[in-house]
């Protein structure tokens, strides 16, 4: 019989991922804040259910991806959530990027229920998921996280054991950390070029084999070139991942003076209603200061 | 008979530049402000001159690789310098990052010599230097870059032309920006990742294939991790560009808020003595930022 997966959350990432999951060939279930979203994947196999908690009843192993942890929270722990219907011994895989201290709340909570549960956030954005290619963060129990390989084989080419729950979203608060920064230096050098008067395409080419090279660089540099603001990754979610981040750099005393630094220009992104687009908008605050100059 | 090619300027850059002209069968002419620095190439085959203007008697090409703007001026203008002893139609190719203004100072000057004249700073430090892969940012005449191929193809790997004269160097300040910032990000990484219990080698590894890659997280978040602080690009120079970059940036009236916050946690290193450290030392300043909230 085919591994049964539910998976709660179907939007920008959650949707290619569950597809992966059924070109996989696992049996897979899902559920969704608003059903129509599912349509496409119920055309292609899936199988929706009413709530988390009927899902969970039917389910070897339970995969979310919502945004925020108040949203993971409600998924398992509200009156129809995931522990209300769990099956003794399910695993609970959350790939949502959450609070640390959520990830150990709601693990507790799962293995109360007789289940066991793993915190696996990702990177690598739309195309990523699409492509089957995110790098997954795990915390959890290596014999968890063992028996999840076939999951994470399915959505991601890298998965790396991080250490016990908390740690894959400790993990991938550093992976913000570092987005965060190098989308500011593309978005800084590129402005800087054209108010010198370079062509900003050339000087792309020119820098990117060397000691400045960096995904930010080739993806989101590009696309600041063209206009092109389409989310490969929200706005107001890195806004989300980076409170997240300096509230745990907070409660552990790290000054993180970049990190701040970007968020409080992406608050101005916020402010100018561009939290839907990409982060490559950024270049677009750092746009409107050198204009203020002028 | 052999191209002749005089290479001014004998440090770390400029000695294992001279090697690879050396291997690739040019006849090396070497001037540097301490003769002994030359006395390992002038055991391979390059031949001493006791002033930049004897040198250039002998030179088609004469590169140059020196720390800062003042040292440019002084290579061309000083009274021993390249434009008093320039033959007619030699081409100078500053490979030194200085500020734009001081490189078209110095074309227009050897030009007005009968000479000719590109900038061509370089990325990739060291060990590029070392391998002949560097990245070569040229600002002049296509015609002068044309002929100046056989030269960067011996250093370099990649030779982007940017534009006229001075587009070289403000190009290089772009890449100074990059690496500034992806120094940063790797820096506020790893801190956060020790201080929050993590290990920060499962980290680095976990994050390096994804939206989070850069050069700086390969090179020099290995480096941080052993505490190997030797020079690849030293704090000092780092400090140079980014002050030449800073000033470019204000007189057109670019803001910067991500430089110019990476250049003063950078005197941070610098008042803490750490100066000629690789720039990867930058995580020191961010790790007494931490100690000092305990």
């Given at each position: 019989m085919p591994t049964t997966v539910g998976a709660i959350g179907i939007g920008i990432m959650g949707e290619p991922m569950a597809r992966n999951l059924l070109r996989a060939e696992f049996t897979v279930f899902v559920h969704s804040r608003?059903?129509?979203?599912?349509d496409r994947l119920c055309g292609e196999g899936a199988q929706w259910r009413d709530s988390a908690a009927v899902l969970a009843r039917s389910c070897e192993f339970i995969i979310s991806m919502v945004n925020d942890s108040p949203d993971v929270e409600a998924v398992y722990?509200?009156?129809?959530?995931?522990c209300a219907g769990l099956s003794r011994g399910a695993l609970c895989i959350d790939m949502s990027t959450v609070s640390p201290d959520t990830a150990r709340k709601v693990a507790r909570a799962v293995e109360a229920c007789g289940g066991r549960f793993l915190d696996a956030p990702v990177s690598g954005g739309k195309t990523g998921a699409e492509a089957g290619k995110l790098s997954i963060m795990v915390g959890g129990d290596a014999a968890d996280v063992a028996r999840a390989k076939p999951i994470f084989d399915a959505l991601g080419k890298a998965t790396v054991?991080?250490?016990?729950?908390?740690n894959g979203q400790l993990t991938k608060l550093c992976n913000q950390i570092l987005c965060g920064l190098n989308l500011l230096a593309v978005s800084e050098a590129i402005v800087f070029a054209k108010q010198v008067g370079l062509d900003p395409k050339v000087m792309l080419e020119a820098v990117?084999?060397?000691?400045?090279?960096s995904w930010a660089l080739d993806n989101l540099g590009t696309r600041m070139l063209t206009g092109d603001?389409?989310?490969?990754?929200?706005i107001d979610l890195q806004q989300k991942d980076l409170r997240i981040t300096l509230e745990a750099a907070l409660a552990r005393r790290v000054p993180l003076p970049g990190t701040a630094l970007v968020s409080q220009l992406l608050a101005a992104n916020q402010a100018a209603?561009?939290?839907?687009?990409?982060?490559?908008?950024?270049i677009k605050t750092i746009e409107r200061l050198a204009a203020m100059n002028r």
């Open positions: 608003t059903r129509a979203t599912t722990l509200a009156e129809n959530g995931v054991h991080c250490g016990p729950v908390g990117r084999g060397g000691a400045a090279a603001f389409a989310p490969m990754f929200m209603g561009e939290g839907r687009e990409g982060t490559q908008a950024l």
